[in-house]
């Protein structure tokens, strides 16, 4: 069973892959886990695979989602990201792109930001 922070947290997710498929990219797969890393969503756009994380703010007293993408985050990404490809024997077959949605809440609106090629191995 999920607790409330991680259903709220999946919640954000489905929100972020709605507006992603919205924006005419194709679901692939969502929480993906594997031996030291998690991707929060998968899409392809044509024949681009993207790895997309998912980040919600409710302010920026903290900092804002972006920066909370932090180069250890983003190796953990990236190596979840190569298993992907291994299992499925993609490696040679597809390009790949690692993308951040981030959504944040300013005085009773939700912004939300897609950030393509966020970042690269």
């Known amino acids: 069973m999920l607790s409330p ?3 709220f947290g999946r ?10 498929i919205e924006a005419g990219l ?6 993906y886990f594997c031996n030291g890393g998690e991707i929060d969503l998968i899409m ?5 695979l993207i790895f997309v994380e998912v980040r919600y703010r409710h302010d ?14 983003q190796r953990k990404i990236i ?5 992907y490809l ?4 993609l490696w040679d077959k597809v390009s790949c792109r690692f993308d951040v949605l981030v959504m944040q809440d300013y ?8 950030l393509k090629d966020a970042f690269w191995v």
Request: avoid cysteine.
């Open 5 to 7: 922070t991680q259903k």
């Open 11 to 20: 919640d954000i997710e489905a929100l972020a892959r709605a507006y992603l």
């Open 26 to 31: 194709k679901f692939v797969e969502s929480n």
């Open 44 to 48: 392809r756009d044509n024949d681009v």
């Open 60 to 73: 920026d007293n903290y900092g804002g989602a972006v920066e909370s993408v932090t180069k250890s985050k």
């Open 79 to 83: 190596k979840a990201a190569k298993v």
């Open 86 to 89: 291994q299992e499925h024997k």
């Open 107 to 114: 005085g009773g609106s939700r912004k939300i930001v897609w």
